[in-house]
């Protein structure tokens, strides 16, 4: 949106030719890098189409860095993150941010943790600062840990309870795991929540959050030399020290389905189906990801045209896999229309699969998912908090940002029978897990569910 | 599915729709230039250069929505919208979604209350073929009967669907419950039981009386060149029959008086879903940034009082807002949170507390000063890309707005004073007159909320509709 920048300058008195000269193409998205003295690797995207700022900030620590007994801490920790610090006690940070123009978020996965930051420019310096103090300086009061502990159980009572795709996929990946951390849920086991302690808070922040285990980008309203200034003035003195010990486990080869099922009232059936495929940082990642989008992508999409439009048996279907460090599950995600048995929705799933792993796909099919890989590119770069996001995952998962601008040259070279070796090498009967959410009348009495 | 978020993404969207916030004290911004054109037929095109990113954005709005669907039948303009991608006369739904997903297109379209719109979006290098699908679309619908039976059956499942999570629909109850007989109170995504009683005929006629040039505004924004891109649209929507067409007209709802209270049993549900509020305000109220700013602090952002005390300093929730929800005629205001069971009662009275606080205490300069500065640098990213662009210039011509609702916007903000803010306050923030709806467990809840209105309505979540009959009839009038 260059021309925004133009109407800037005019207020401010500039020249009226800038507002009507064609603007010139911003399509390299150039990236500059420095890296601190203690670790953090920062990423700078200049971009003055507006004011603003989208600043993201990557730590490798997630739900899969947990152990039994203290599940879901990484996330809590993100909520930790702003209740207070030395300079910026509790709900400072927030306050600071908002009076500036800022507003925030974050989100915790099961690899990273991810803290972003949206401002004018104008507050550049107010956020290094809360940024630092935050990571230098954490306060831990046993107060505020009880009160955000309910703001986390009420979040799973939303996400879970009282969702029935959470309850369900809660469980999906409980069953498809059963040595790996992806096991148990992002957010935690609810006893979990209630039973961690102040010490294993403190220790989760020393694990997760040396400067060393982060990753920086800031795309928008900026110039590389003032954030290498800034990062270097507030960042750079916050001393690093060992990053989260290697996760070891590794989930040995399923020997053979697993199902699961979920009783609960709802007005409709759910089925998940999941299959175990390899970690982000593979060969296997692009002819994967031709993969999803031929299958789910439009209502051109294999599995939009059989079970919701053609046979009508499902009212949705979705699924796909997500960025991860260690293999992870591709799933299907499916609401089976009002009276239809989920069993028949299953097979027809399954009878698209063969057709999938016996007949491949078209050439039309596969041009179809480049282009649509294309579009979605430049889609992702239509905005300074799309270009931080993207720019910092591939950073972060595939070890590299270029990766980012050779995707299209990668994509070239997918072929169909790659795309055919997909599904047949991973969506077999052995590999499988299957939940399905069964509804079920409510119960006559009031029953307690704490 | 294996995200989670600080804040709840949705909580901040109905936030959104109250007015986003933000800071930054120098200057005004502008909206980029664009070029407003009517056609013979009646069509107007606005058209704006964006040249960042090799894309296309299309965005138009129809002036008819759920409120011109007949009594009993309400859905129909959304059904409408829904099926222009599902057959032309020259096109089958498959060949619509095959041609457009080989592009990597993007074109759906859908239905509110005042108005119905499509949104499209190409790569640049396939604006052909993109404004082949976008043109036969919009002008040469067939609504060919199996694909109609076949989507009026997925949205009644739809709406099932949607039961199973209260944030989904809690808005379609309030509405109900809160507008009471005035036609804001119907859904316009239609409902288990007008849903079925939806003809082909039906949307035909609806189409036929409605999608006209003249009723229609399109924006395109994107990477062109004006000239050329004005003749191409010229040419291409010249082929549009102009025909006289009705613009929907809404009287404003009268407030609710007194208090009263929907319940929603959900016998499964661990929390309360609620929202209380009342009758506010149209798009185009005179004091609607003043609003805005006064709401910004009260539920409009993360240290909002709501969020503040309930969330914050309670943990009595994960999300608390409040917003306005501006149409053509007053829409709705509300307050809304989710709670435990067991904290319904002290959540629901903490949030009322706050709405009397800010009559009694309310605000400060300082906080005037931060909602000022946040508003203000929230703003920028908001109208960033495109289809953004695309939707604000077409929603602003809509609604009869120029295009000083943008180039004034930070100077009045900055013009708002605290005298301003308590006026604000009196007139437009509810205090004793308040409609709740709760969506809950019955059984656990159904005692505690008896305490917040004589007057106590109850429904099960797997009844037909919305209750649009609960209500106890608001009323209609100017």
């Known amino acids: 949106m260059r021309l925004i920048r133009s109407c800037r300058r005019i207020a401010l008195g500039c020249v009226f030719a800038a507002l009507l000269a064609p603007a010139g193409r911003a399509q390299s998205f150039e990236v500059k890098t420095h890296t601190l003295k203690n670790g953090i690797k920062i990423l700078v995207q200049e971009d003055h189409s507006i004011p603003n700022v989208a600043l993201y900030t990557f730590y490798r620590i997630g739900s899969r860095n947990e152990r039994p007994g203290t599940t879901g801490l990484s996330h809590f920790f993100e909520h930790m993150m702003f209740n207070g610090a030395k300079k910026y006690g509790f709900g400072e940070f927030d306050r600071a941010m908002e009076a500036n123009g800022g507003s925030n978020n974050a989100y915790t996965t099961q690899n990273v943790t991810v803290y972003q930051d949206w401002f004018p420019r104008s507050a550049l310096e107010l956020i290094f600062d809360e940024e630092a103090d935050r990571i230098r300086d954490l306060s831990f009061d046993p107060k505020i840990i009880e009160s955000e502990r309910n703001v986390v159980r009420n979040e799973r009572k939303l996400s879970v309870d009282n969702n029935n795709f959470g309850v369900l996929n809660e469980q999906l990946w409980a069953t498809a795991y059963t040595a790996h951390p992806y096991q148990w849920p992002v957010l935690g086991w609810d006893v979990d929540i209630v039973n961690w302690k102040m010490e294993d808070l403190q220790n989760h922040f020393r694990m997760g959050y040396s400067p060393s285990n982060a990753t920086m980008v800031i795309s928008g309203d900026v110039s590389f030399e003032e954030i290498v200034a800034l990062a270097e003035k507030y960042l750079e003195p916050i001393p690093s020290h060992d990053p989260p010990p290697k996760v070891t486990t590794q989930e040995p080869e399923q020997m053979g389905e697993r199902r699961v099922v979920v009783r609960k009232f709802g007005q409709l059936p759910i089925l998940q189906v999941a299959y175990h495929v390899p970690q982000t940082n593979s060969p296997e990642f692009y002819p994967l990801q031709i993969l999803e989008t031929i299958l789910f992508t439009g209502q051109s999409s294999r599995l939009y045209q059989r079970?919701?439009?053609?046979?009508?048996?499902?009212?949705?279907?979705?699924?796909?896999?997500?960025?991860?460090?260690?293999?992870?599950?591709?799933?299907?995600?499916?609401?089976?229309?009002?009276?239809?048995?989920?069993?028949?929705?299953?097979?027809?799933?399954?009878?698209?699969?063969?057709?999938?792993?016996?007949?491949?796909?078209?050439?039309?099919?596969?041009?179809?998912?480049?282009?649509?890989?294309?579009?979605?590119?430049?889609?992702?770069?239509?905005?300074?908090?799309?270009?931080?996001?993207?720019?910092?995952?591939?950073?972060?998962?595939?070890?590299?940002?270029?990766?980012?601008?050779?995707?299209?040259?990668?994509?070239?070279?997918?072929?169909?029978?790659?795309?055919?070796?997909?599904?047949?090498?991973?969506?077999?009967?052995?590999?499988?897990?299957?939940?399905?959410?069964?509804?079920?009348?409510?119960?006559?009495?009031?029953?307690?569910?704490? | 599915m294996n995200q989670t978020s600080r804040i709840f993404r949705i909580l901040l969207l109905l936030a959104g729709l109250a007015l986003p916030a933000a800071a930054q004290t120098t200057?005004?911004?502008?909206?980029?230039?664009?070029?407003?054109?009517?056609?013979?037929?009646?069509?107007?095109?606005?058209?704006?250069?964006?040249?960042?990113?090799?894309?296309?954005?299309?965005?138009?709005?129809?002036?008819?929505?759920?409120?011109?669907?007949?009594?009993?039948?309400?859905?129909?303009?959304?059904?409408?919208?829904?099926?222009?991608?599902?057959?032309?006369?020259?096109?089958?739904?498959?060949?619509?979604?095959?041609?457009?997903?080989?592009?990597?297109?993007?074109?759906?379209?859908?239905?509110?209350?005042?108005?119905?719109?499509?949104?499209?979006?190409?790569?640049?290098?396939?604006?052909?073929?993109?404004l082949d699908l976008l043109t036969d679309v919009m002008m040469n619908p067939s609504f060919a009967p199996d694909e109609t039976t076949k989507l009026l059956k997925q949205r009644l499942d739809g709406i099932k669907s949607a039961k199973d999570q209260p944030q989904a629909v809690i808005g379609q109850y309030y509405s109900a419950y809160l507008f009471g007989k005035h036609p804001y109170a119907r859904p316009a995504g239609g409902d288990e039981i007008s849903l079925a009683a939806i003809m082909r005929d039906d949307i035909a006629k609806f189409y036929e009386a409605n999608y006209v040039p003249g009723n229609t505004i399109l924006a395109v924004v994107g990477d062109f060149q004006t000239a050329e891109m004005e003749k191409i649209l010229t040419d291409r929507f010249s082929a549009w029959p102009a025909k006289a067409s009705a613009p929907s007209h809404v009287p404003d709802a009268a407030p609710a008086t007194g208090k009263r209270l929907l319940l929603v049993d959900k016998p499964d549900s661990t929390q309360s879903f609620f929202w209380i509020g009342n009758v506010g305000i149209s798009r185009t109220n005179p004091d609607r940034v003043g609003i805005q700013v006064v709401n910004t602090l009260f539920g409009g952002r993360f240290t909002s009082w709501l969020s503040t005390e309930l969330r914050i300093k309670n943990g009595l929730t994960y999300g608390a807002s409040s917003f306005f929800d501006r149409r053509l005629a007053r829409g709705g205001f509300a307050i809304t949170s989710f709670t435990p069971n067991a904290t319904t009662e002290r959540c629901i009275d903490l949030a009322l507390e706050q709405l009397k606080r800010l009559h009694e205490k309310g605000l400060t300069e300082e906080e005037l000063k931060s909602a000022k500065a946040y508003i203000k640098g929230q703003f920028p990213p908001s109208i960033e890309t495109s289809d953004q662009l695309a939707n604000l210039i077409a929603t602003l011509r809509f609604y009869g707005l120029g295009d000083e609702e943008i180039n004034t916007f930070y100077s009045k903000i900055d013009a708002m004073t605290l005298a301003d803010a308590k006026l604000v306050i009196q007139q437009y923030f509810p205090l004793d007159n308040l409609v709740f709806v709760v969506i809950g467990k019955a059984s656990e809840v159904g005692t505690v909320v008896k305490k917040y209105a004589p007057k106590v309505d109850t429904l099960s979540i797997s009844a037909p509709g919305f209750g649009a009959t609960a209500g106890a009839g608001s009323g209609t009038g100017n």
Request: glycine fraction near 10%; aromatic fraction near 8%; proline fraction near 4%.
């Open chain 1, 307 to 450: 079970l919701v439009d053609k046979d009508q048996l499902a009212l949705f279907v979705g699924g796909g896999w997500d960025w991860s460090f260690d293999p992870t599950l591709f799933e299907f995600n499916i609401r089976p229309r009002a009276g239809v048995d989920p069993a028949k929705v299953e097979q027809a799933l399954y009878d698209e699969i063969t057709r999938l792993q016996s007949g491949g796909i078209t050439d039309q099919e596969l041009e179809k998912a480049k282009n649509i890989r294309t579009a979605e590119y430049y889609r992702q770069m239509k905005t300074i908090s799309g270009k931080s996001n993207v720019i910092g995952t591939y950073e972060v998962f595939l070890g590299d940002y270029h990766k980012l601008f050779n995707a299209a040259a990668e994509y070239a070279k997918v072929s169909k029978e790659d795309v055919q070796r997909m599904a047949r090498q991973y969506f077999n009967e052995k590999n499988r897990t299957v939940a399905t959410l069964i509804p079920e009348a409510p119960a006559q009495k009031p029953q307690e569910k704490k």
């Open chain 2, 27 to 130: 200057g005004e911004l502008k909206l980029p230039p664009y070029k407003s054109v009517k056609l013979k037929n009646g069509l107007t095109l606005l058209l704006m250069e964006q040249h960042e990113v090799p894309l296309i954005s299309f965005s138009a709005i129809v002036g008819a929505g759920g409120v011109a669907d007949p009594a009993g039948k309400e859905g129909i303009a959304s059904v409408t919208a829904g099926l222009l991608r599902k057959g032309t006369k020259t096109r089958t739904a498959d060949q619509i979604s095959a041609e457009l997903d080989f592009i990597g297109g993007q074109l759906g379209a859908g239905a509110g209350a005042d108005s119905s719109s499509i949104f499209a979006e190409f790569v640049k290098k396939d604006l052909a073929k993109g």
